[in-house]
């Protein structure tokens, strides 16, 4: 009897695509849309896993853009403890389709954000970037003349890629109830203060993130019509969650959105590919290997092997001509147990024991383990 599965290849079986796979073993998960190579200026953005993703471009010799950069002589630590070297501006992790997309609006002088500056002690941070003056300014106006230059380099980094790689990394997000200004991060984490009366929790679905991220690409098309797009989700948990749902729950809940948002994506638009990083990392063929002890952050091995695919599918090969410099990034606060939020708590390290290798990605999001009591 014939059956329309009678002639698939055996990677469309779990049997034989998963199942038989030796353990570690990437697969093959992925075959691109359409190539990435050597020519193509690369603008990266998204959650903390996409410095993951930048990182091994920018190693392996591709022309990634950094419109906000320093100096080579200062050390990779120093620049990325101020949100430098971190993406294509210096905009730090852009967690939600929403604010990247108010991001484009405000650089394009079409959305002015509420609260711009938020307090932190005797200083003052950037709310839409609160982590990248770690000791803050010293005056309001000083933060808004800092984010004047740097709406300028968010336009350069956006309107000169030939490939746009973006990591979807949450759905829930903290928002001005008058205006729907999104923050990266809740007031009174890193700095501000927070008030039930003026700012609300979000938790995005589908259609609401399908939504953003179209109209994100819909402008960006209008200004640079070349453009195309790489999406993943990133496989790196929740901390935490303000949704009244397990932490575990809230995380499916949330994966599944972004990959669902992806997926539909792919199917509408010929200009946007999907590698899937989040599949790599969390396949069972792993068994949890590439996660470190805390079973969130994701270790080197992890990352390798995402990027290796990808690296593999795409012919690219070498690495970078002038490497960066030879000092490895910061940790995230969290995990190093220094982190304070709001000034007030203490961080601690995640899972009950120590990381066996560092989470070398700076990420606002693991400040919230400094709240858990």
């Not at 997309?101 to 709310?127: I, M, S, Y």
């Not at 003349?145 to 740097?150: N, Q």
């Not at 220094?338 to 999001?365: M, N, Q």
Request: proline share 6%; with cysteine; net charge neutral.
């Amino acid at each position: 009897m014939k059956s329309p599965y009678s002639d698939l290849p055996a990677r469309a079986y779990w049997r034989s695509g998963v199942g038989e796979r030796a353990p570690l073993d990437p697969g093959d998960l992925y075959t691109p849309r359409f190539p990435v190579t050597r020519d193509m200026k690369i603008t990266t953005a998204g959650s903390c896993f996409a410095q993951h993703v930048g990182r091994t471009l920018r190693e392996a010799g591709l022309d990634v853009v950094d419109t906000e950069s320093l100096p080579v002589e200062i050390s990779d630590a120093t620049a990325q403890r101020y949100g430098y070297r971190l993406y294509s501006a210096r905009y730090a992790n852009i967690y939600t389709a929403r604010q990247l997309a108010q991001l484009q609006d405000e650089a394009n002088g079409k959305f002015t954000p509420a609260l711009p500056v938020w307090r932190k002690g005797d200083r003052f941070v950037d709310a839409q970037r609160p982590g990248v003056e770690p000791e803050g300014l010293e005056t309001e106006e000083l933060v808004l003349e800092h984010r004047k230059h740097h709406l300028a380099c968010v336009r350069r980094a956006f309107r000169q890629a030939d490939l746009f790689v973006f990591t979807f990394g949450l759905t829930e997000a903290w928002v001005h109830r008058e205006t729907g200004t999104v923050y990266p991060t809740a007031p009174g984490t890193i700095g501000g203060e927070f008030d039930p009366e003026v700012f609300e929790f979000r938790n995005y679905d589908a259609m609401e993130v399908l939504k953003d991220f179209t109209q994100f690409r819909k402008q960006l098309k209008r200004t640079n019509p070349g453009v195309k797009f790489l999406v993943t989700v990133s496989p790196v948990p929740l901390t935490a969650t303000a949704s009244g749902n397990h932490v575990e729950v809230a995380t499916c809940y949330s994966k599944a959105v972004l990959r669902a948002v992806c997926g539909m994506l792919v199917e509408r638009f010929d200009d946007i590919d999907y590698f899937p990083s989040f599949e790599i990392i969390t396949s069972q063929n792993a068994r949890g290997a590439y996660y470190l002890p805390n079973m969130r952050s994701v270790s080197h091995q992890g990352v390798g092997t995402a990027m290796g695919l990808f690296k593999s599918a795409h012919g690219i090969t070498g690495t970078a001509a002038t490497p960066a410099a030879k000092v490895k990034p910061p940790k995230a606060d969290a995990e190093g147990g220094k982190a304070k939020a709001g000034g007030k708590a203490k961080g601690r390290r995640r899972g009950g024991a120590a990381a066996a290798e560092p989470d070398d990605v700076v990420c606002e999001e693991a400040l919230l383990e400094a709240f858990a009591k």
